[in-house]
């Protein structure tokens, strides 16, 4: 299995990356964030707890999201790996990650980081504001609070990642297909050593 973290700040390009990402690789996409949404549209009580964090622009809670990505991983057996995307988002997360794919005999092979200027996200998630619907995206206030709260709780997954030597980072502003080759030779990498 090849198992990958796609990490960064809100709006650095995860979910964009990862559609393409997937699609070549043949890698099962775990979005906690399109998991959480797809909770909130079903108006399920997951959902509707999830909804009231999100809004606000804060993490929801460690204990929910890891309960979706255990089910996410039980469901999905004959996935040739998984690239995980918005997740995990704080330290909790990454050790609890860690041992799901330590009781199936696998682990993240890398994580790749990407890295954008603040002004560029916030630009970023504004304009996707105007047609997404998202009610996070709309508001600087809520975006900023994103922000805020990858700056306090998620850029720590970086450094627990680091002790094990498995960041790279990539500079995550330019075109998307400048940005999703520098992404292929890296994993290309990885997977030939
Ligand atoms: P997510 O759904 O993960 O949302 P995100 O971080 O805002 O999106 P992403 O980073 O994927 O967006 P992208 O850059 O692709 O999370 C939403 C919320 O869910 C969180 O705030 C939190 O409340 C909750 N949540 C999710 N996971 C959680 C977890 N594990 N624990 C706790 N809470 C969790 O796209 C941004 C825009 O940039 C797009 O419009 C795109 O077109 C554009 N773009 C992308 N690349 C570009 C480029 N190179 N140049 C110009 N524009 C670009």
Do not use: W
């Not at 630009?123 to 995206?137: A, E, Q, V």
């Amino acid at each position: 299995m090849f198992n990958l973290i796609l990490f960064g700040p809100p709006g650095s390009g995860k979910g964009t990356q990862s559609e393409r990402l997937i699609a070549k690789y043949g890698l099962k996409h775990l979005s906690t964030g399109d998991l959480l949404r797809s909770e909130i549209a079903g108006q399920t009580p997951l959902g509707l707890a999830a909804k009231s964090f999100m809004d606000k622009g804060q993490l929801v809670p460690d204990e929910v999201v890891i309960e979706m990505i255990s089910s996410a991983l039980d469901n999905n057996p004959q996935a040739r790996g998984f690239l995980f995307d918005g997740f995990p988002r704080t330290t909790a997360q990454a050790e609890s990650l860690d041992k799901l794919l330590n009781q199936k005999n696998t682990e993240i092979a890398v994580v790749l980081a990407l890295q954008v200027s603040k002004q560029e996200l916030i630009k970023r998630l504004l304009n996707r504001g105007l047609t997404s619907g998202r009610t996070d995206d709309i508001n600087e206030e809520v975006i900023g609070a994103r922000i805020e709260e990858y700056e306090r709780k998620t850029s720590a997954v970086a450094e627990h990642y680091q002790k094990y030597g498995k960041v790279l980072y990539i500079k995550g502003e330019g075109t998307i297909d400048k940005i999703f080759d520098a992404l292929c030779k890296e994993i290309d990498e990885k997977q030939l050593a």
